[in-house]
């Protein structure tokens, strides 16, 4: 498994953990950072997704519930959310990561720990935050 893909699933458990407990970010970061023995490029890049997400969930928030058409935020099942909070972080955030590698990621979340539609509910919304938010930036051209 590669790296970031390693450091993406990680990020999600810590965050799907932080939605559930209403843990601190740094509490569940560093209990599950000393409970898995991740360490490295995965450990600083779950780190960074982790800490980025909940710094800028309001606005994360607000993005995926312009583009989650029917859905109410706090009735999505909580792994949907997560993966959904993650990717859209990349995407608005880290502009290092091909918004298309940011949402086959997020799809492969979806299929690995969320239900039977995860995987296209996930990937409807992020394809609409991806052609509304994305239009003028360099990662989609």
């Known amino acids: 498994m590669r790296k970031r893909t ?37 450990r600083s890049y779950c780190e960074r997704l982790v800490e980025g997400v909940t710094k800028d969930l309001n606005d994360i928030d607000k993005v995926i519930t312009r583009y989650a058409t029917n859905w109410q935020l706090k009735r999505m ?11 859209t972080f990349e995407l608005l ?7 298309k590698v940011t949402i086959n990621e997020a799809v492969e979340l979806a299929k ?20 509304e938010e ?7 051209c």
């Open 93 to 99: 955030y880290l502009e290092d990561i091909p918004f």
């Open 6 to 42: 390693r450091a993406r699933e990680c990020a999600l458990q810590i965050l799907y953990q932080i939605d559930i407990t209403h843990y601190n970010y740094p509490y569940a970061l560093n209990d599950y950072i000393s409970n898995s023995k991740i360490a490295g490029d995965v």
């Open 134 to 140: 994305l239009k003028n930036d360099k990662k989609i």
């Open 112 to 131: 690995k720990f969320g239900d039977e539609d995860s995987s296209k509910f996930v990937n409807g919304v992020l394809d609409k935050i991806s052609k």
């Open 77 to 87: 099942a909580v792994v949907d959310r997560n993966i959904l909070r993650l990717a």
